[in-house]
């Protein structure tokens, strides 16, 4: 997860967790062979696979979903609230 530190507290950038990689492992599916399949380049795949796609567009998730047999959810978390942990806090884990 991308954090931001703003005056000792640590704060949550993107609420949205991709969890291609374990779908893709649970299908048995490598980057090459889904990359193939929904018509995407391999560097494109992996900057959603990793995390780093500021944005996805609705007809790729579902080429995705479709290649993978899978449902939006499956590949997308949304995580309710801002994380907001202070320096402090985190030191005491």
Do not use: W
């Not at 954090?3 to 640590?10: D, G, L, P, T």
């Not at 609420?15 to 492992?25: E, G, S, T, W, Y």
């Not at 499956?74 to 320096?87: N, Q």
């Amino acid at each position: 997860m991308k954090y931001m530190f703003f005056n000792k507290h640590i704060i949550l950038i993107m609420p949205i967790i991709i969890h291609l990689d374990k779908v893709m492992r649970d299908r048995k599916m490598s980057l090459n062979e889904l990359s193939a399949r929904v018509g995407i380049t391999l560097s494109n795949l992996s900057i959603i696979k990793n995390q780093k796609a500021k944005a996805l567009r609705l007809d790729t998730l579902a080429s995705i979903c479709h290649a993978l047999h899978c449902q939006p959810a499956d590949i997308m978390e949304y995580v309710a609230d801002t994380a907001e942990v202070t320096k402090e806090e985190e030191q005491s884990d």
